[in-house]
């Protein structure tokens, strides 16, 4: 469950940020602005996954193994 919450966060502050760089080309470059923002929304979610479980693996699982220690 703490997986899928990390998860949820990460890809909501990736997609804000995919949206803010898509909204900049979008004035900057029109013409690639569609590509570039599909791009990298599933980027976002390709890459967050593994990082939502480094996360969760060091810090927040760590935690529950020293206690039950």
């Known amino acids: ?3 899928m919450v990390v998860y949820v966060l990460l890809v909501i502050l ?3 940020a995919a ?3 898509g909204l900049y080309l979008d004035s900057a470059v029109p013409s690639f602005s569609l590509p ?3 791009a990298l ?3 976002v979610l390709v890459v967050m996954w593994p990082i939502a479980v480094f996360i969760t693996e060091r ?3 760590s ?3 020293e206690a039950k220690a």
């Open 1 to 3: 469950m703490r997986l």
């Open 14 to 16: 990736g997609e804000i």
């Open 19 to 21: 949206v803010q760089l």
């Open 36 to 38: 570039i923002a599909l």
């Open 41 to 43: 929304f599933f980027s």
């Open 59 to 61: 810090w927040l699982m």
């Open 63 to 65: 935690k529950d193994s």
